[in-house]
Structure formats: C-alpha cells, structure tokens
C-alpha cells in the first residue's frame, strides 16, 4: 500500500504529519518526494548505503582560452544569464560570464558563439540517497538549487522505494510529496492507494486544498483531507468540512495546534516518538486506523 501525503500549500505540517504515520509502523518504507526541499532526513538520520548521481539537465560555461569576448551571446540570451563582469573587485577589464543559476540550458549561445567558446555540461550536483532508518527504509532526493526536472527525480525516488518494499516485503510505504499541483506532485500521487491532502484553516488554504482536490479527482487514489491545527480558526475549519461534504470528500479528521510537534522535530522525533502518550499522538493514530481500513 502507498499512501501519499501532500498539501496544497506549504506550510500545513505535511513532513510532520508523514513522519507520524512513519514512526506508527513497526516496519515502513519512507520516500521524501519532495525534493525541492528534502527534510525527513534531517529528522531521521538515516544510514545511506546507496547515492546515486541526477543529471538535471545541462548548463552553458564559457571556455576562455577560446572566447573572444565578442558578447554577441549576451544579446541573444533570452534568460538575462550571460553578462559582462569585471575580472577583479578593483579591475577595469571586462569578461563575458554565465550565472549557472539563472542559465535555462537551451543551447542558444552556443550556437550563436563565433568563436565555438560556449559548451554545455551536464547538471551534476543534485541526488537520489536510500538506506535504512529506525523504521525501516527510507528514500529521498535532494534537488540542487537552480536545477530542473524535478518530477524526473521524484520517479527515481519512488521507482526506488518500490523496488525496496518488494525486496523486503515491506507492505506500506509512506510518500511525503511537496506542496502544491506541480509536476512534482503529480509524479508523487500517481499509482498510489491513499491521498492524503493536509490543509491548514486559513483563506489560502481552503483554496489552495480546492485546487489539490481538482487535481486528484484525476487519479484513481482514495483521497482523504485532514485539517491540521484547525482550532486555529474554527470557522475555517467549519468551511472545509461543508466543503468536503458537500463535494463528497473523504475527509479524515483535524488536529489541533501542539507546540510539541514542533519540540519533537528540533529534537529529531516525530511527535509519536517524542510524546505517545498526547492527545496530537493519538488523534493522529486514530486518523491512520481511519485511512487505512477504509472500505
């Protein structure tokens, strides 16, 4: 069984709520498909023993035994990445340079380049980890800033993660998916058993949860909707769940605000973990026993 936690927005405690449902199995695979900003692995220390490199596409560089600093390219890049810039903090002299961060790798100032001075490399620095963890196994990718493709990285992660619960006979694994309906997102949700969409009780979060609803109605998945620290405006709260009626939406449960959600990630533990015996813990027991025995 796959279950997907995802969100409209960031913000809600997603990454909270997956590390919960994590540390509630005896046995689990976790894959962090959010790979945009990765952080269960800072919460769960896991023991990597496998790291494989993602090439997100590729960016120009400038060979300067070859430049001749005509700058034509800096004309025809539609990106603005490519510019004039002095040699030194004190020097008058000028070369032409590439902001990697702002270069989309179309190709353009090679081609245009007298000179043949501009080559493509590929992008390196983003990747795909996977080991164990005190619940299991657990996947992540991290995403270098600037680079692309982040759906492409999310498949590998779950591709991964699959292949772990069938080598281990691992019957759930959790997928903590990044906010938003981007690609990102729709490579997380799809195949999955269960959605599970975490909104906040606030206006943007209600529309953004609309918009995430829209999106998985799409897919053959059970989605369910949670309410996350809903005392924090109840009548917002009141509204999504008239929403959720109204539209026919599983909807899972609320959670109230626990400043020790907080307490437990700065020590490294899902709130399971760091207070069992709470009432956050065991509302969202009870929500995992709901989701996952639903018929």
């Known amino acids: 069984?796959?279950?997907?936690?995802?969100?409209?927005?960031?913000?809600?405690?997603?990454?909270?709520?997956?590390?919960a449902f994590a540390t509630l199995q005896e046995r689990v695979v976790l894959a962090d498909c959010d790979v945009d900003a990765a952080n269960l692995y800072l919460i769960f220390d896991p023991v990597n023993d496998n790291e494989q490199v993602y090439i997100a596409g590729q960016k120009a560089s400038i060979d300067y035994n070859l430049c001749t600093n005509c700058a034509l390219c800096i004309d025809y890049c539609s990106f603005d990445a490519i510019h004039l810039k002095a040699t030194g903090p004190t020097s008058a002299l000028k070369r032409v340079t590439i902001d990697e961060i702002s270069c989309d790798g179309c190709k353009l100032c090679t081609r245009v380049c007298p000179a043949n001075a501009i080559i493509m490399t590929d992008n390196d620095k983003s990747r795909m980890y996977s080991g164990t963890f005190r619940k299991?196994?657990?996947?992540?990718?991290?995403?270098?800033?600037?680079?692309?493709?982040?759906?492409?990285?999310?498949?590998?992660?779950?591709?991964?993660?699959?292949?772990?619960?069938?080598?281990?006979?691992?019957?759930?694994?959790?997928?903590?998916?990044?906010?938003?309906?981007?690609?990102?997102?729709?490579?997380?949700?799809?195949?999955?058993?269960?959605?599970?969409?975490?909104?906040?009780?606030?206006i943007s979060g209600l529309h953004d949860l609309r918009r995430t609803i829209e999106l998985t109605c799409g897919f053959n998945s059970t989605t369910w909707v949670l309410i996350n620290k809903f005392d924090l405006n109840r009548e917002i709260s009141?509204?999504?769940?008239?929403?959720?009626?109204?539209n026919k939406i599983l909807f899972a449960g609320k959670l109230s605000f626990d400043a020790r959600v907080v307490e437990a990630m700065v020590n490294c533990k899902s709130v399971i973990e760091y207070a069992p015996d709470s009432a956050i813990s065991k509302e969202i027991s009870q929500i995992w026993e709901k989701i996952t025995h639903y018929k």
Do not use: F, H, W
Request: charged share 25%; hydrophobic share 35%.
């Open 136 to 202: 299991g196994y657990m996947v992540y990718g991290r995403l270098a800033p600037g680079e692309e493709n982040s759906g492409k990285l999310v498949n590998i992660v779950r591709d991964r993660a699959k292949k772990i619960a069938d080598e281990y006979k691992i019957d759930i694994t959790i997928i903590d998916g990044p906010p938003g309906i981007g690609c990102s997102v729709i490579s997380s949700i799809t195949g999955t058993d269960i959605i599970v969409v975490v909104t906040e009780p606030t």
């Open 1 to 19: 069984m796959e279950i997907a936690v995802i969100s409209g927005k960031g913000g809600t405690g997603k990454s909270s709520i997956s590390a």
């Open 238 to 246: 009141d509204r999504i769940e008239e929403y959720c009626s109204q």
